[in-house]
């Protein structure tokens, strides 16, 4: 076993692995902001991919490609955002 952060940010949600494994997705609170990061499993590098007031439960599609995650939008109305598993194209 071994621990890939060393932050006590890191939520309870649930974590995403890529389909190779080479990677995991998972959430992140910071001053009342939410973060989804994906960390690369070898080298430990981590890369802030979304930020909002909300989102959680990031999702890998599975070829691997997409990241879906949930947030809140317009007052509170829960909604479904996917991405390109790099965070562009939200």
């Given at each position: 076993?071994?621990?890939?952060?060393?932050?006590?940010?890191?939520?309870?949600d649930?974590?995403?692995?890529?389909?190779?494994?080479?990677?995991?997705?998972?959430?992140?609170a910071?001053?009342?902001?939410?973060?989804?990061?994906?960390?690369?499993?070898?080298?430990?590098?981590?890369?802030?991919?979304?930020?909002s007031?909300?989102?959680?439960?990031?999702?890998?599609?599975?070829?691997?490609?997409?990241?879906?995650?949930?947030?809140?939008?317009?007052?509170?109305?829960?909604?479904?955002?996917?991405?390109?598993?790099?965070?562009?194209?939200?």
């Amino acid at each position: 076993m071994r621990q890939l952060t060393s932050t006590g940010k890191v939520t309870s949600d649930p974590i995403a692995w890529s389909p190779d494994g080479e990677t995991v997705a998972f959430t992140t609170a910071e001053d009342n902001d939410w973060h989804i990061c994906a960390i690369d499993v070898g080298t430990g590098e981590i890369k802030r991919l979304a930020s909002s007031d909300r989102c959680s439960s990031p999702a890998s599609s599975p070829d691997g490609e997409k990241l879906a995650f949930s947030t809140w939008i317009d007052f509170g109305k829960p909604a479904l955002t996917v991405m390109n598993k790099d965070g562009s194209d939200p």
